[in-house]
């Protein structure tokens, strides 16, 4: 397994807009394309900025590239994140090594 973060940085008062249209576009190709196990997005204001960074875990390269197009190391950008990002995103890939999965019965905390 496979897990692609993207980092990118926005005004503080556009992080909830921004926000909303991750999940239009990025979270919804992902959960449209085949190998990918899930994702998660974070969110810390700091100052005037707010920083995003989204998780996903994919079961292989090629499920990525089937996300990503040929270069996985590229950032997928969608029509309004120049209105939005402020300077230049990141994408970085680990091999996942290990987890720990929720004990039998715990409940969710978000």
């Known amino acids: ?6 980092r990118g940085v926005v005004r503080l008062d556009d992080a909830d807009s921004y ?3 991750i999940r239009e576009t990025g979270f919804t190709e992902y959960a449209e394309t085949s190998g990918n196990r ?7 204001d700091q100052g005037e900025r707010t920083e995003f ?5 994919w079961d292989s390269v090629d ?3 089937a996300f990503a197009g040929d ?3 590229a950032a997928v950008l ?9 300077g230049d995103s990141t994408v970085t890939h680990y091999q996942v090594v290990d987890q ?3 004990p039998s019965g715990s409940s969710e905390r978000a």
Do not use: F, H, N, Q
């Open 19 to 21: 926000a909303g249209y």
């Open 53 to 57: 960074i989204t998780l996903s875990l």
């Open 63 to 65: 499920a990525i590239r």
């Open 71 to 73: 270069d996985i190391d």
């Open 38 to 44: 899930g994702a998660w997005m974070l969110r810390r």
């Open 100 to 102: 720990v999965e929720a």
């Open 1 to 6: 397994m496979i897990a692609r973060i993207w």
């Open 78 to 86: 969608y029509p309004e994140d120049a209105r939005y990002l402020v």
